[in-house]
């Protein structure tokens, strides 16, 4: 996500992007994904907002309830004003949806898409980044960005550090919908198109419909 949104806009800056992946094709799995305006903002600037409403949803309020009684604690509203005042929507969208969207701007935009291509060091050659990887080829740059995810290997050749564990823990579930499932009831539970976040005490649950 990040080399595909980072290829993007180094390409609105004019420069020639090859983006190198591991995976034999590009491709991003996982669940929902909330957009505040200001990632949806960037959307827009590269003229791709309109695709990721398409398929994305735009909830119409934000709601903090307590897990307990199920007393609605707050209630954000998220379209007309929110929208106005921070100039871009509200969005929740599948992981791989808002993905696809980035692939084809990068593919509309004219970054060079490699797969298959791990990437095992970086070094500096005469003022130039050059990347080794696996398979032998180098590819040289004035510039290497290293968007390689949270077990990254190319971090480690400048911060000296590890990813830090929060101790917080997320369960993800979904709730099959058939043609039986009462939907007024569903709606109800959650509250009509909101995304609900559930509180209790140290605890939270989110729910989107
Ligand atoms: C449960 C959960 C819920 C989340 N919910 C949200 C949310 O609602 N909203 C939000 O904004 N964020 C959310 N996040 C955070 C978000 O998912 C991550 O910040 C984001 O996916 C990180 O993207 P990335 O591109 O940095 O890394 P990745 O998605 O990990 O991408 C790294 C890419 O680099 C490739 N790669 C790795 N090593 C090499 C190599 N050596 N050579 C070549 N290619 C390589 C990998 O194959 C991969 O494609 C959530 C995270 C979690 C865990």
């Known amino acids: 996500m990040a080399g595909l949104a980072g290829a993007l806009a180094l390409r609105e800056n004019g420069a020639n992007v090859t983006l190198v992946e591991r995976a034999p094709e590009f491709g991003e799995v996982g669940a929902g994904l909330q957009m505040a305006p200001n990632a949806s903002r960037v959307l827009k600037r590269w003229g791709l907002l309109e ?3 398409e398929i994305g949803v735009q909830p ?3 709601v903090f309830r307590d897990a307990v009684s199920g007393e609605e604690l707050t209630r954000q509203t998220l379209n007309g004003e929110f929208t ?3 100039g871009a929507p509200y969005v929740v969208i599948h992981r791989s949806d808002l993905h696809r969207v980035l692939l084809e701007g990068c593919e509309a935009a004219g970054v060079t898409l490699v797969n298959d291509v791990m990437v095992e060091s970086v070094e500096t050659v005469n003022g130039r980044g050059v990347a080794h990887t696996a398979a032998g080829v180098d590819y040289e740059a004035d510039v290497v960005i290293g968007a ?3 077990k990254s290997t190319l971090r480690p050749l400048v911060a000296n550090d590890e990813p ?3 101790a917080y823990v997320a369960y993800r579930g979904t709730v099959p919908i058939t043609e039986d499932t009462p939907r007024l009831t569903l709606r109800t539970s959650l509250s009509t198109s909101a ?3 559930t509180w209790s005490s ?7 419909c």
Not at 202 to 208: K, N
Request: hydrophobic share 30%; with cysteine; aromatic share 4%.
């Open 51 to 53: 695709k990721a409403l």
């Open 60 to 62: 119409k309020h934000l």
């Open 84 to 86: 106005d005042r921070y």
């Open 148 to 150: 390689d995810g949270l």
């Open 164 to 166: 830090v564990s929060s």
């Open 195 to 197: 995304r609900t976040a």
């Open 202 to 208: 140290t605890r939270c649950a989110r729910a989107s």
